[in-house]
């Protein structure tokens, strides 16, 4: 399966889903990158007179938290934190639940089954059970928070990733690898696993939206990185200011609601352009 | 995706299938899938064993913290509670201990873990079960609306809904609800499983619990509600297009009933499955819902046992979520297997 790039690319931007995902994330990916330049003191620094409103002053255009800190600082830095815990958390499960679906798919027999029920015990557990239990553990940081996550949601990509192989190694092209007696290593990493990669892509982006959301949820219990300012810590500590600043809490929360959508939408555009097949539905 | 026989006989089928269930010896799958959960639920001993015997300090530490005990004292202690052995031992014992259902003890709550769990798991379990159902009947309804739809405005505005939905995470849509129904409307107590020193009986009582489930349960089912919707249109669609639905619709049978029990029967099995992968991350998701709301179920239980370090209590919520979430899977695959003839029952 090979697709032009230039006609790919095209046809994902035509998508509604698609364009208007791509925007916002590019919007989201760009206040990460300006973070520095436009505040350059970082978001704990007590910026003004606490629980200002929006729009009040023209220098916090969306207000200060109950310690008076800068929201617009916040929020900016926070999408720092969350597209690099989702995107590493990603990227961590993707390699961890490709191993174990690839291996366990091509191969079948007893380490399928071993495989198998070691991810079915992962999925038992409730994963932000689990969570909560790893980063209180370890301790909270971000690393630990992405190896957290990533451990947590290994296991619907290696079920997705087993379910290709399953398919894929009866077919005749992996046959004609196995006579003329390619590597098993070669075979799976190769041959099967470059013709599974639509599935995966699309599911990585769900992946991000919800290690984003799970990384939100942690630091809003107070079980984030504490030297980390995420959209969960100011939607976390907006809280308990809810009857009188409620927009402490509603700016974050917009900031995260909008992010974990795009990502929704990316994942639907890329499913109808890789799956054309699927598009009649 | 075979179609299904829509030959007469097919009822009566059915009915030796279940009566063979029932009253026969034990089928071959009932026999895999039931020591597939038991090989499981080891893995998710040994697992959550490992997991917190990584922590550093132990359950003497915890204790100790709380009271002045001397060096000699904590080892003793140590001796006794058997923490000064080797990990595969202490592993063993802890499950020698497990399979009489003993969980060892709460320094948190000064209880035994099984009573603290015990105490609490209800609330939990109403949580859920009324979030499943809620959840499972509005995103059918909503689906099956859109499916028949397709296309249309109707559908548009509904798959834009489910998509606000499905981005939303729970925690946020909790507060929203506090926002609005508590703070602005004044409508719904904002916290607790009832009103405190409440003297209400009966009916009385089950309404006063009634209004305060309302904001967790409604945060619970939101995502529910759209994973159902989008699951729901998707599978409707599928079976509409069998050829079963056809000849129902040729023999004249009212739409509304080719809808809602030909059709919707068929498209109800991928939702079957859902459900049980929705238990698993329902008690999960409990935990910022009863921590937002203050109930006092299994989620706020284990994250107070992580807050405080209280590793035998989260030993013991993890293992029995876990336990509840194998059971109900189990029962949601033997109902799968009565429901759908293409499961193998021999």
Not at chain 1, 9 to 18: I, M, N
Not at chain 1, 101 to 106: A, C, D, H, L, Q
Not at chain 1, 218 to 227: E, K, M, Q, R, W
Not at chain 2, 31 to 36: I, K, V
Request: aromatic share 8%; hydrophobic share 55%.
């Amino acid at each position: 399966m090979t697709f032009d790039r230039k006609s790919f690319l095209y046809r994902f931007l035509r998508h509604p889903s698609g364009l208007v995902g791509i925007i916002i994330i590019l919007t989201t990916i760009a206040m990460a990158v300006l973070a520095g330049w436009v505040y350059p003191d970082g978001p704990w620094t007590i910026a003004g007179t606490p629980r200002q409103w929006p729009g009040v002053n023209q220098a916090y255009p969306l207000g200060t938290d109950s310690l008076g800190r800068d929201l617009a600082a916040g929020v900016l830095h926070g999408a720092r934190v969350s597209l690099a815990v989702g995107g590493a958390a990603a990227l961590f499960s993707i390699i961890i639940g490709t191993l174990f679906g690839g291996v366990s798919g091509y191969y079948g027999g007893w380490v399928d089954d071993v495989l198998m029920r070691i991810t079915d015990a992962m999925q038992t557990i409730p994963s932000f059970l689990s969570a909560i239990a790893i980063v209180g553990i370890v301790g909270a940081s971000l690393p630990t928070i992405v190896l957290a996550i990533a451990i947590v949601s290994w296991p619907m990509i290696a079920r997705l990733v087993r379910a290709e192989f399953l398919r894929l190694r009866t077919y005749d092209f992996v046959q004609s690898c196995r006579i003329i007696g390619m590597s098993d290593f070669r075979i799976i990493f190769g041959q099967i696993l470059p013709n599974c990669l639509a599935p995966i892509i699309v599911a990585s982006s769900v992946l991000v939206a919800t290690a984003i959301i799970v990384e939100a949820s942690l630091s809003f219990l107070g079980l984030g990185d504490p030297n980390q300012m995420s959209w969960g810590t100011i939607l976390g500590n907006g809280r308990s200011a809810l009857r009188s600043a409620w927009y402490i809490t509603a700016v974050p929360a917009s900031a995260l609601v909008l992010t974990v959508l795009a990502l929704n939408l990316i994942g639907d555009a890329l499913n109808d352009v890789l799956n054309p097949r699927l598009k009649e539905r | 995706m075979s179609t299904l026989d829509p030959v007469a006989g097919v009822t009566a089928q059915k009915r030796g299938r279940l009566t063979r269930f029932v009253t026969g010896p034990l089928p071959r799958y009932v026999l895999r899938r039931l020591s597939q959960a038991i090989l499981v639920m080891l893995l998710v001993v040994i697992g959550s064993f490992i997991l917190v015997k990584s922590a550093p300090g132990d359950l003497v530490d915890v204790i100790g913290g709380n009271s002045d005990m001397t060096a000699e004292t904590m080892e003793l202690l140590r001796q006794q509670y058997g923490l000064d052995q080797p990990s595969y031992i202490q592993l063993f014992h802890y499950m020698i201990k497990l399979a009489t259902f003993d969980l060892g003890y709460s320094p948190l709550n000064a209880a035994p873990v099984l009573d603290v769990i015990l105490g609490r798991l209800p609330v939990t379990a109403i949580l859920v079960v009324v979030s499943v159902t809620i959840s499972m009947s509005i995103g059918t309804v909503l689906g099956v609306i859109s499916a028949r739809n397709v296309g249309k405005p109707v559908d548009l505005g509904l798959s834009i809904l489910m998509l606000m939905f499905y981005a939303t995470p729970s925690f946020v849509i909790a507060i929203a609800f506090i926002l609005f129904f508590s703070v602005f409307w004044n409508l719904l107590p904002i916290a607790g499983f009832a009103t405190v020193g409440t003297r209400a009986t009966g009916l009385m009582y089950a309404w006063d619990v009634a209004k305060h489930l309302v904001m967790p349960v409604g945060a619970l089912c939101t995502f529910y509600i759209a994973i159902y919707g989008r699951i729901g249109r998707a599978a409707m669609l599928e079976v509409l297009k069998l050829d079963y639905v056809r000849t129902a619709r040729a023999k004249g049978i009212s739409e509304r009933r080719v809808i809602y029990v030909h059709a919707l029967r068929n498209a109800m099995l991928p939702l079957v499955t859902m459900a049980g992968l929705q238990v698993s991350s329902l008690v999960g998701g409990a935990v910022l819902i009863e921590t937002i709301f203050g109930l006092p179920g299994m989620g706020r239980t284990a994250f107070d046992a992580v807050s405080e370090r209280d590793a035998n209590l989260l030993l013991g919520v993890l293992f029995i979520s876990s336990l509840s979430v194998v059971v109900v899977n189990f029962i949601i695959d033997m109902i799968y297997m009565v429901l759908d003839p293409r499961v193998e029952l021999a």
